[in-house]
């Protein structure tokens, strides 16, 4: 079936590639988007790729998605950790929806421990680097 995928990312990920490579790796947001594209295009799948620095803007995004996508991947970077919106928001939502973190966050600092995201999620791909967005990917496929 021909998907319609959504993938939001948040705060500080326009900066990937250049921010903490020894964390979140070498590739920029342009390398992953080209990937999760060619991912899509492979499948017949249509993608819409974007990134916010404001709360406010992904809640936006995440409502006008309801009824409008078949998925959402969404790393909501620092927000997974604080927003009770952008949970409240995706709880709205009733298509899968997967959680993406380049980063493990649970080998991190106890702060990130917590995700307001998980408990709204279908699933979570935490640790595998940019190729995590493939994986939130693949799962929507075999699903
Ligand atoms: C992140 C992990 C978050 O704790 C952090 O604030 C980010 C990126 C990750 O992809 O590993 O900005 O979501």
């Known amino acids: 079936m021909a998907k319609r ?13 250049m ?8 590739d920029t947001l342009a390398d992953i988007r080209s990937a999760c594209a060619a991912f899509c295009e492979a499948q ?5 790729f974007r990134q916010s620095n404001a709360e406010g803007e992904l809640v936006s995004w995440i409502q006008e998605a309801r009824g409008r996508v078949d998925a959402v991947v969404i790393n909501a970077a620092a927000y997974t950790h604080t927003s009770v919106a952008i949970h409240d928001a995706l709880h709205l939502l009733d298509c899968p929806i997967v ?26 791909i935490v640790g595998f680097g940019a190729k995590g967005y493939l994986l939130a990917l693949a799962a929507l496929e075999a699903g």
């Open 5 to 17: 995928v959504l993938v939001l990312n948040g705060p500080n990920l326009n900066m990937l590639g």
């Open 44 to 48: 017949g799948w249509s993608l819409d």
């Open 19 to 26: 921010r903490e490579p020894e964390i979140y790796g070498r």
């Open 99 to 124: 959680e993406v973190h380049l980063s493990n966050i649970h080998r991190r600092e106890p702060f990130r421990h917590h995700s307001y995201i998980s408990s709204v999620a279908t699933g979570v």
